[in-house]
Every structure is written in C-alpha cells, then in structure tokens.
C-alpha cells in the first residue's frame, strides 16, 4: 500500500527552531513536496525535493534520504504567523497525483 | 504571473443536486489535478487532466467527473450531491514535470 506518516501536533516556541518530519512508503517515486496550509486557506508551496539532501529557502529548509523513504521539514527563527498545518505529499509513478499525508499542526507559542 | 484561480469560492446546495466547479491554471501549465479535502480524510486524489486527456484517475464514486478543455481550464462535476460531498475541493496546476505543484484557493462546497 501506500503511507505517509508525519506528526499530528508539535508545539514550539517563537524564535526557535522546529523540524517535522515525514516517512513514506509508495509505490514509486518522482519527489516530494512541504506546503503549509493556514486555517481556511489553500496549501502554500514551500518545497520540492527528487535527489538526496538538503535543499535551503530562506528560513525553510527541507532534507530528503530516499533510501530510508524520510524526508523533513526544518523551520528556523519561529515566528507566530508560522502557526499552520504542514503537508507532506509525494509523487509516485502516476503523473500529477499527489499522495498526502495528515498533515502536522504547529502551534508557534510567544 | 496570475495564479491558480477557482470559481465559485463557496457553494450552498441540496443532496441530490448536481453542481459544476471551475479551475484555471498557471498559465503555460497543462496538468490540473484535483483534491478534496475533508477534516477526517484530509487531502485526498480525485483526478488529474493533462492536454484535455485524464491521465489519472483517484478512488472517488463515478458521480464525481471533471473534464479539460484546450486553454487547459479544466471543470469538475459532482451529481446526485450526498452529505458526505462537504468538503473544500482544491485544484493543482503543475508544469509537465511535475517538480512544482500549485494550488487554487479552492471552492468550499456545503450540502445541506
């Protein structure tokens, strides 16, 4: 079958440094993307990795290892506007389709 | 650059109605997927069209149907409308190899 499993809360403080991970299993892969999606609102795009290691955006980062089917999402200098839920998603071997996980709720606290 | 549009953003219908949502993708992207989203299933795979064809196609009851047209705006169609339809329907438009996926801000469907 196919799984992605991730967190279903963190808590963390404001200016610290947070990293939510995800593990996946699926039937092929073609990459794996990070979206944060506010309350209401539609997924934001915040990464896309296909090779192994780290990939840096500003204060985002996001680090895959496709032999171990784990990937993470690193967020650094915490701010109150990052409290959302993050989305693991990957893209296997059927084109568009993205396979998602539960997606993790992080509450950023003063 | 305009992105991804979704019309309408919020829908009021009656079980047993039909109804048709609309998504315009990035310009120059000829992939449109589609998802719904639901508090306990969180976001799950409809189908995906790509140059007007459906290339794939998720777990959803054949009442759910979509279709693409040439300016790669693509429509989805939900009939016989259930409660359990209640949901935010979300749209991706994706280039052709699929490394960047963006989505719509959606269009939040109540059945009532």
């Known amino acids: 079958g196919q799984n992605i499993d991730q967190p279903t809360e963190m808590t963390a403080t404001e200016g610290a440094i947070v990293q939510i991970n995800c593990t996946y299993q699926?039937?092929?892969?073609?990459?794996l993307f990070w979206y944060q999606q506010h309350a209401g609102e539609a997924p934001t795009f915040l990464s896309y990795?296909?090779?192994?290691g780290l990939e840096e955006k500003g204060r985002f980062s996001s680090f895959l290892s496709r032999s171990k089917g784990y990937s993470y999402l690193l967020l650094k200098e915490l701010q109150m506007k990052d409290s959302a839920s993050y989305l693991c998603?990957?893209?296997?071997?059927?084109?568009?389709?993205?396979?998602f996980g539960q997606g993790t709720e992080l509450s950023v606290k003063p | 650059k305009a992105g991804v549009t979704q019309t309408p953003r919020y829908l009021i219908k009656t079980r047993g109605q039909q109804v048709t949502l609309s998504c315009s993708p990035i310009?120059?992207?000829?992939?449109v997927s589609w998802y719904q989203q639901t508090p306990g299933q969180g976001l799950q795979f409809l189908f995906e069209?790509?140059?007007?064809?459906?290339?794939n196609k998720g777990n959803f009851p054949g009442r759910f149907s979509g279709r693409q047209f040439s300016n790669s705006r693509s429509e989805m169609n939900v009939s016989t409308l259930e409660l359990g339809d209640s949901a935010l329907y979300l749209c991706?438009?994706?280039?052709?190899?699929?490394?960047?996926?963006?989505f719509g801000q959606g269009t939040r469907l109540t059945v009532v």
């Open positions: 069209y790509f140059s007007e064809t459906q290339r």
């Open positions: 998603a990957v893209s296997g071997n059927q084109g568009g389709k993205l396979i």
């Open positions: 991706a438009s994706s280039t052709e190899g699929y490394t960047e996926a963006f």
């Open positions: 699926t039937s092929g892969f073609n990459g």
């Open positions: 310009s120059g992207h000829r992939s």
């Open positions: 990795n296909v090779l192994d």
